[in-house]
């Protein structure tokens, strides 16, 4: 930063014609859109993009959507192209074909729909539309004249040129259509202008006036038409047409080479109309024009190869300004150019051009007038630059012309009382060039005190004293009065004061006396106390921690401002005794600080690739780069002019601009949602064969998302729709629910998620705009992640019931089991009872008539019967016992039970015994009372064949598959015709058979053969 020293203000000059900053846009790998013929931007906010050569593009200032053959296949016809696009008043969007078919937009689907029949169609491409208030379409073709649609009732007219009719349209090919405000509809074609007549269902052709002499027909060849309150522009094939649709009359402009302010060029193809009144046209060969309706005189850019950020050709095809003020320009080179008309005041010299400045290293910058400056170069030499003109002279080392520069390389400028200019010169010494003469003399080392060639810092003070300082040689006065000089050797100041001037960098003057920002101090010479003062050292104003010094610069009448990176403080020096200092604010937030200057209480600086405006108070900021208008992203030093002019010097250039005339944007952007993904698969209204996913609309009309709970891991994308600088836009995004503050992104446009639980969620995401304004408003997606089954309403209301019907089963079986044992414990009551207790009844009987008996034989007898009820009892008890017994549960021991019985029982009376298993679950378990009464079936049936059957051979089988079955045969005689009813044997088998819910059958024949089935 230095500040340009103070000089006597001339008049203020108009400049000239701002260079406006263009931005080209091109696909995502970087090539060039084709041929772009119409522009529209939509009410979401979208820039549609037609060609007649192309694909149809939408642009949401990051990503480009393309709309080809494919979308616009009709039948047979497979050739259309999407050419023109435009809203009826409902906001539905439209698109217009080269073949002349129109399609309706289905957002929801992001299709297009025709509208109509083949019967119906032109043929011819559809150029131009206007809306009827009957809500009927006016459409205009390029060659089949004009047609009348009514997109609900589907009524069609078509107009069209009548040879010798002159009520019908002048020519077929529409150019433009419009209403103007008092409902009259205006047709412009390729034969000139007229209007329609409702009423009479006819036109009306008017004159157009020319005053191009060579010019036959071109000035009524209408390739655009604009309505403005009573003037209708129209841009013809030679020059521009402003026709007056209350008195009929027109003023013809064309373009005329003896005046800079006329139309560049008579072939026009696009008209359109800026708030402030101005009109933006497109010609083909002349560049882009604005035309001024008050002064009737034009402005015009056109393409400079030796410029950036400027118009891509000569050859524009349209021009369109959106909401927000962007001009789009369509070019014949095959490019897109944008320019933000509401763009900050930011005006750039570009170096390199033939007669602008030069390209390089700007070293130093002093300021002549309120227009003239001069320009230091790091080895090329020494500029002077009118900003009112914009012409440029040079001043080089010409080792031929001693009246030259001595040395290339400007290290420091300065001006004396007389205007002359004096040039610190590293490595040529000292030169002093006359304005008025543009003679150089030079001062080099040797002579007039000049210590060394190398000479970093020069000053010519108030009193017209030349100080000039020379790397490690200490400082150098000339005296210009009387053509005298004196030195002052570095080493015997040094010596004397500790102080020393070998880099000094820069020299300035405040309140009489002469400050040098030296190398790690900042050096003042009191010249009324002739003494060097050293200001910034430990003690002495700052405690120097970091004695590194980034500038110093006048900030009163009386102070001057010291910068470190850590501080800012003003110093006013009063003598060497006296020096008080404040500090102003901390530098902590200016990191990569190159340069800076102080303006308002604003601190302005630069780093490598941005310009930076700072309030320390509020601690806002807000950055400009090269999107901006600022030079390129080279930047080097700021400096501040003696009207508050800033101006940022690069490698290629420099910008300035006031301040006061950099307002920041406030404007919000809308954001889109552009994409969804699942596993880093994009979404589309189809279910994808992977995971059978789909979304109910495209990405950027969806309100809601229905995930499972295995799509584990999904992404958002979006996007704000910025067009000039979308990199300088920051992002964040809050997923409520999860998130619990905004996650601030910078400029990246996704968020992924992953393992989210079940539930409902809103995905909000919010921007700031180039100047880090944020947003108030968001855009919302509502996620929606159903639960496993087992985690949903349905699965834990069945799973209560299943429980509560689980626990009511137990209960119920506990219950049961309850009953069972009760029964159980009264059965065996009941066996004891009938059973043990009869058999002890008839025990005590026989005993009683064996002691009364005298007989011996009967008393054997007796006691015969007491042994064998005895046994009988032992028996009964042992078969209960074994019943009632957990460890007996299995068939495996019901089977070894009947077998060790039907052992004992057949084998002591010489009874064959034959046991076979068959298909059976040895270990299935078996309820208690099923076990003893199969058991006592059992040992009922081997009972009735050792009593009954005279058998001598018995057979077992069992099987539990597919039912419980127990076969017993024998060889015995088997039974009676008539069977005897004084028995209780088959009864009580039937009986307990009945029981466990089994069937008991019995065939007799050649023995006797007893099925018990249980089932």
Sequence with gaps: MKLLPWLLLLSIYSLAQENLQFKRITNENGSSIISVQSFHQDVDGYVWMGSAENDLIRFDGTKFRYYGFADFKTGDISNSRGTFVFEDSQQQLWVGTNTGWLFRYNRTKDQFELAYDSSQITGSRIFSFAEANDGSFWLGTLGEGLVRFHPETKAFKQYKAERGNPNSLPDNFISGLGYDADGILWISTSAGLCSYSPQSDQFTTYPLSNVNRDDTYRYRVIRSLHISKDKIYLGTYGGLQVFDRIRKTSQHFIHDPTNQNSLSHNSIFGITEAADGKLWIATYGGGLNQYDPNTHKFLNWKNDTNRAAVISSNNLFSVYLDRNGLLWVGAADNTVSVLNTKAKKFNLVSAGQP??????????????????????????????????????????????????????????????????????????????????????????????????????????????????????????????????????????????????????????????????????????????????????????????????????????????????????????????????????????????????????????????????????????????????????????????????????????GFSWFYPHQILNDTLARNIVLTDFKLFNHSATLQPDSVYGFSISSQPSQLKSVRLKHTHSFFSIEYAAQEFIAPEKVQYAYKLTGFDEDWVYVGNRTFANYTNLDPGQYTFEVKSANPDGYWSKNTTALTIIIDPPFWRTGWFIALSLIAFFGLLFTIHRYRLAQSLNLERLRTKIASDLHDEVGSSLTKISIYSELAQKSANDQEKSTYLNSIGGLSREVVSTMSDIVWSIDNNNDSLHELVNRMKDFATEVLHTRNVDFEFTLHKAEGNKVLDPVLRQNIYLIFKEAINNIIKHAKANRVKVLITTHPQFELQIEDNGIGLPAQPSHSGNGLRNMNRRAATIGGTLSIASGKGTSITLVIR
Aim: charged share 20%; hydrophobic share 35%; glycine share 6%.
């Design 355 to 652: 007669n602008g400045i030069s390209q390089g290293w700007i070293r130093a910058l002093l300021q002549e007038n309120d227009s003239v400056f001069w320009l230091g170069f790091n080895g090329q030499g020494l500029n002077r630059y009118n900003l009112h003109s914009g012409k440029t002279e040079k001043f080089i080392h010409d080792p031929k012309n001693l009246n030259s520069l001595s040395h290339n390389t400007v290290s420091g400028l300065s001006k004396d009382r007389e205007g002359n200019i004096w040039i610190a010169l590293e490595g040529g010494g000292l030169n002093k060039l006359n304005t008025v003469t543009k003679k150089i003399t030079r001062y080099p080392a040797g002579k007039n005190a000049i210590n060394n060639n190398a000479i970093s810092a020069v000053l010519v003070d108030s009193e017209n004293m030349v100080w000039a300082a020379a790397y490690r040689d200490g400082l150098s006065l000339f005296d210009i009065r009387n053509n005298t000089g004196k030195r002052v050797p570095n080493d015997s100041l040094r010596a004397a004061s500790g102080i020393s001037l070998d880099f000094v960098e820069n020299i300035l003057e405040l309140n009489g006396n002469i400050w040098f920002n030296s190398q790690n101090q900042i050096i003042v010479f009191d010249k009324k106390n002739n003494r060097f003062v050293k200001i910034a050292e430990p003690g002495r104003v700052v405690p120097v921690i970091n004695p590194f010094l980034l500038e110093i610069m006048p900030y009163s009448e009386t102070e001057m401002l010291l910068i470190t990176y850590e501080e800012a403080r003003t110093i006013r020096y009063l003598n060497p005794d006296s020096i008080q200092s404040e500090v102003l604010f901390r530098m902590k937030s200016t990191e990569g600080l190159k340069s800076f200057v102080v303006h308002n209480q604003e601190v302005w600086y630069i780093t490598p690739n941005e310009l930076v405006r700072w309030n320390p108070v509020k601690n806002e900021k807000h950055t400009y780069t090269q999107a901006d208008g600022i030079t390129s992203d080279q930047l080097i030093d700021i400096y501040k002019d003696n009207q508050g002019r800033l101006f940022v010097t690069s490698l290629k």
